[in-house]
């Protein structure tokens, strides 16, 4: 069965940084897409940032470009966005899943991880 396991999320001072990681098994990683979409207290979805099967091309929403930077590692099975400047606005749970887009009725999602950001 797919799985996506999400971990390194946690308490961070704004200004901080941390690293997500997304670990993946029960299926052939390398060929999909994948994505990381946050979801603040309150608030609906949030997709922030792509990339495709073989890691050449990685999309961003424009208020995390710049500070924030999707990867993964097809050999490990594992997708990563580390996330440095972070603000109170940025606190959120953040999910990773497969695809480009938010919205695909097919595509495996993990638990999510809880990122908070506060002085």
């Known amino acids: 069965e797919p799985q996506l396991v999400e971990s390194g999320g946690g308490w961070v001072k704004p200004g901080g940084s941390l690293r997500l990681s997304c670990a993946a098994s029960g299926f052939t990683f390398g060929l999909f897409d994948m994505k990381w979409v946050r979801q603040p207290p309150g608030k609906g979805p949030e997709w922030i940032s792509a990339?495709?099967?073989?890691?050449?091309?990685?999309y961003y929403k424009d208020s995390v470009k710049g500070r924030f930077t999707i990867s993964r590692d097809n050999a490990a099975n594992a997708l990563y966005l580390q996330m440095n400047s972070l603000t109170p606005r940025d606190s959120a749970v953040y999910y990773c899943?497969?695809?480009?887009?938010?919205?695909?009725?097919?595509?495996?999602w993990g638990q999510g991880t809880q990122v908070t950001v506060s002085s």
């Open positions: 899943a497969t695809g480009l887009s938010t919205g695909a009725p097919d595509d495996y």
């Open positions: 990339i495709n099967g073989d890691g050449t091309t990685p």
